[in-house]
Nanobody, 124 residues
Framework: QVQLVESGGGLVQTGGSLRLSCSAS????????MGWLRQAPGKNREFVAA????????HYIDSVRDRFTISRDSAKNTVYLQMNSLKPEDTAVYYC?????????????????WGQGTQVTVSS
């Protein structure tokens, strides 16, 4: 059974930092891409960042490219999203996703597997 479990969300002031973690189990990691999507209230879900597990290639939405970093720890089967210089517009529920297609993750879904989501709130 595949499980993606997120942690690390919370409330932070503008300019602050948070690190999201996604612990994955039940996957053959070398064959999956993983990433983060987010959805703010009243807005469409959008892609944030993706990483190809086997090669480590990454991709970001333009609005976070110089502020967020996605990484993986193969030994821990965990993906991270380091978020710096946070802005109020980053406020959203962040979802960890996994799919065999890097393109599906970058497109914002549909993806094979989803976590339960973690709330990130940035106060102004």
């Amino acid at each position: 059974q595949v499980q993606l479990v997120e942690s690390g969300g919370g409330l932070v002031q503008t300019g602050g930092s948070l690190r999201l973690s996604c612990s994955a189990s039940g996957l053959t990691f070398s064959t999956y891409a993983m990433g983060w999507l987010r959805q703010a209230p009243g807005k469409n879900r959008e892609f944030v960042a993706a990483i190809n597990w086997s090669e480590g290639n990454t991709h970001y939405i333009d609005s976070v490219r110089d502020r967020f970093t996605i990484s993986r720890d193969s030994a821990k089967n965990t993906v991270y999203l380091q978020m710096n210089s946070l802005k109020p517009e980053d406020t959203a529920v962040y979802y960890c996703v996994a799919d065999r297609s890097f393109g599906s993750v970058v497109s914002g879904g549909p993806c094979d597997y989803w976590g339960q989501g973690t709330q990130v709130t940035v106060s102004s």
